[in-house]
T-cell receptor, first 111, second 115 residues
Framework: QKEVEQNSGPLSVPEGAIASLNCTYSDRGSQSFFWYRQYSGKSPELIMS????GDKEDGRFTAQLNKASQYVSLLIRDSQPSDSATYLC???????????FGTGTQLKVEL | NAGVTQTPKFRILKIGQSMTLQCTQD?????MYWYRQDPGMGLKLIYY???????DKGEVPNGYNVSRSTTEDFPLRLELAAPSQTSVYFCASSPPWDRGWDGYTFGSGTRLTVV
């Protein structure tokens, strides 16, 4: 059983729309959750972190966490073509510093 | 501030050859990690280190070895390269969880092809 699951996509949204990316995880002891953006041929870069249930907003990005449902999501408002990338969900379980990554969701923002 | 530096960026190996992927960080991070990324498979942890002289296996350690003689350097050694080791390798570092940790800093990656 995968520990962190994401729909591989591609998820296609028109420019200016809201993109919704979802992630589920299996370890109920998970404490910290991260969204990384990865452009083709590049390394992952951190865009959001969330530690508590609820929403966390940063510019056009909103991360949502529901620990009871073991679900974390990323909303991108006013999607731009430059948002086209693969978005990786990563989870840190209790103890240690290791992150477990999902397989990523490819987002395509179309003009 | 260079962050995490990986060399080489690209390499082609023949089956059975060996090589070392270099990783250096200048942020004084205790923790360092090696991941591999195959197409559509996400990032898999190979080895990690919590400090100089301390290393431990991750999810996919077979065929690899590491050492951590200094805080800055965390090289990954491939012995007897196999086609299954064709992948993109990322090194990352982080401070300890209780010292302002907020995810990893990644290097730019090494794209390795074994033929």
């Amino acid at each position: 059983q995968k520990e962190v699951e994401q729909n591989s996509g591609p998820l296609s949204v028109p420019e200016g729309a809201i993109a919704s990316l979802n992630c589920t995880y299996s370890d109920r002891g998970s404490q910290s959750f991260f969204w990384y953006r990865q452009y083709s041929g590049k390394s992952p870069e951190l865009i959001m972190s969330i530690y508590s249930n609820g929403d966390k907003e940063d510019g056009r990005f909103t991360a949502q966490l529901n620990k009871a449902s073991q679900y974390v999501s990323l909303l991108i408002r006013d999607s731009q073509p430059s948002d086209s990338a693969t978005y990786l969900c990563a989870v840190k379980a209790g103890g240690g510093n290791k992150l477990t990554f999902g397989t990523g969701t490819q987002l395509k923002v179309e003009l | 501030n260079a962050g995490v530096t990986q060399t080489p960026k690209f390499r082609i190996l023949k089956i059975g050859q060996s090589m070392t992927l270099q990783c250096t960080q200048d942020m004084n991070h205790n923790y360092m990690y090696w991941y591999r990324q195959d197409p559509g498979m996400g990032l898999k942890l190979i080895y990690y280190s919590v400090g100089a002289g301390i290393t431990d296996k991750g999810e996919v350690p077979n065929g690899y070895n590491v050492s951590r003689s200094t805080t800055e350097d965390f090289p990954l050694r491939l012995e007897l390269a196999a086609p299954s080791q064709t992948s993109v390798y990322f090194c990352a570092s982080s401070p300890p969880w209780d010292r302002g940790w907020d995810g990893y800093t990644f290097g730019s990656g090494t794209r390795l092809t074994v033929v």
